[in-house]
């Protein structure tokens, strides 16, 4: 449990945030199936990112920590093992669905399943597709839901899907699954999603090509180690910037963040509300644009969110929210179904929060209304509902909230972003 109080004093400083999230995962899977040894700079060491970890060492990957860097011996495509017992994906979605594309493809029997949270998240997107290529895989409550139990086949083969919805993470699965098929594996996206896995196969020697909506895998080239960089995690990164534009005469920046296009739909939509954001510094890392975004106390005003913008900040609604909550006027946030079906309902969890903090909120069945209160909300005891970033939008909100705020069951941060809670602390005492 975590108290905060309304800030009273700006939030000054230059810092860095927590390594991305989705890069460090694709990183170790990547190079795991890479020939030679690869080396991940900047990794991020939270609860998902460890599951993830953990599955590839029980599937037979030498993984060594040094500090500043994860050493990686890559087995090629073909060389990992069968586990010996149920590969634990902990809270993390991202684990479950890119190795359920993994393990599509290989000759044996494996077991997945995750907390009380994972076990309840829907495998339908990802499994059905797989299905089609030619793997057996069960799961609960008819099929879809975890624990999942995956009968890979060496003979998968390629095909043509259409993605009825924009998921990096389903088409991180499928182009995994892609790497065994018999004949090429052709996806199309309704919207563009987040890219890194075909950046990263590309970087490692894929024939993998990528024009407008569609991407288009053939097998039969090896991956080749390589030493990836991770970025500062615009999703952790939201957090502080939406912060520095509700407390007044705040100004920040956060040093080496992740500005890929395809996850860059926050920065777009905030500005578009009148905020004070500046990307300086731009340049490209191990494939991956990264920059310094700087904010300032901004008079935010408020915005409709909808279409395929959505998949380019999908993540990062919660902490919209909170600046349409502070902004003036009517926000609307439509077409983000897809958030009712993550570590909780965060549709509901939005307006849960927010209404118990004095916000206007009106639920819709894949959004929301929220009409702006620029003066400020009011304290209030808060349930993460086990969600990080639930947790972290409630805390960034109370900043602006009279009174004092709690949020129960705040360690869930540490999912994503150990980090939080101290880099607050010292941003508020400064």
Not at 62 to 67: C, M, S, T
Not at 281 to 291: A, L, S, W
Request: charged share 25%; proline share 4%.
């Amino acid at each position: 449990m975590e108290r905060i109080n309304e800030c009273h004093r700006p939030l000054k400083g230059e810092f860095l945030v927590a390594p991305d999230k989705s890069i460090s995962h694709r990183s170790v899977i990547f190079s795991g199936l890479g020939n030679g040894k690869g080396a991940v700079h900047n990794f991020l060491r939270a609860g998902d990112t460890l599951s993830t970890c953990g599955c590839m060492c029980s599937l037979g990957i030498e993984i060594l920590d040094r500090g500043t860097r994860m050493l990686i011996e890559g087995k090629g495509l073909h060389g990992i093992k069968e586990p010996e017992g149920i590969l634990d994906c902990g809270n993390s979605g991202t684990t479950m669905r890119l190795l359920s594309g993994l393990l599509a493809g290989q000759g044996f029997l494996s077991l997945m399943s995750g907390d009380h949270s994972l076990n309840r998240r829907p495998m339908r997107r990802v499994i059905e597709p797989l299905t089609v290529m030619g793997a057996e895989i069960w799961g609960r409550a008819g099929g879809f839901y975890p624990p999942l139990a995956i009968k890979g086949n060496k003979n998968l083969k390629g095909i043509s899907y259409r993605m009825p919805v924009a998921s990096a993470q389903v088409k991180s699965a499928l182009l995994l699954a892609g790497l065994y098929a018999g004949g090429q594996t052709r996806i199309i996206e309704p919207e563009k999603s987040r890219d890194h896995t075909e950046r990263m196969l590309q970087a490692m020697g894929a024939d993998l090509e990528v024009q407008g909506l569609e991407i288009t895998l053939k097998p039969g080239r090896e991956l080749q180690a390589q030493e990836f960089f991770v970025p500062g995690d615009i999703s952790s990164a939201a957090f502080f910037l939406v912060a520095a534009l509700i407390v007044p005469g705040s100004e920040i920046m956060i040093r080496d963040v992740g500005i890929n296009p395809t996850r860059a739909g926050l920065i777009e939509v905030l500005q578009g509300m009148g905020a004070r954001l500046a990307i300086e510094n731009q340049r490209v890392v191990g494939g991956e644009p990264i920059g310094d975004i700087v904010a300032g106390y901004s008079e935010l005003r408020g915005t409709r969110v909808a279409g395929d913008i959505i998949p380019r900040l999908i993540d990062e609604i919660p902490i919209l929210a909170v600046a349409m909550a502070l902004a003036e006027g009517e926000s609307v946030v439509r077409d983000a179904g897809e958030l009712r079906v993550k570590e909780s309902d965060r549709i509901k969890a939005i307006c849960s929060g927010l209404g118990k903090m004095g916000a206007g909120i009106v639920e819709l069945e894949d959004g929301f209304v929220i009409q702006g209160r620029p003066e400020g909300l009011t304290g209030a005891a808060v349930d993460s509902r086990g969600d990080h970033r639930i947790a972290m939008s409630t805390a960034i909100a109370a900043l602006k909230a009279r009174g004092e705020t709690i949020v129960h069951n705040s360690e869930v941060v540490d999912i994503s972003f150990p980090e939080f809670w101290p880099l607050l602390r010292k941003l508020i005492k400064k």
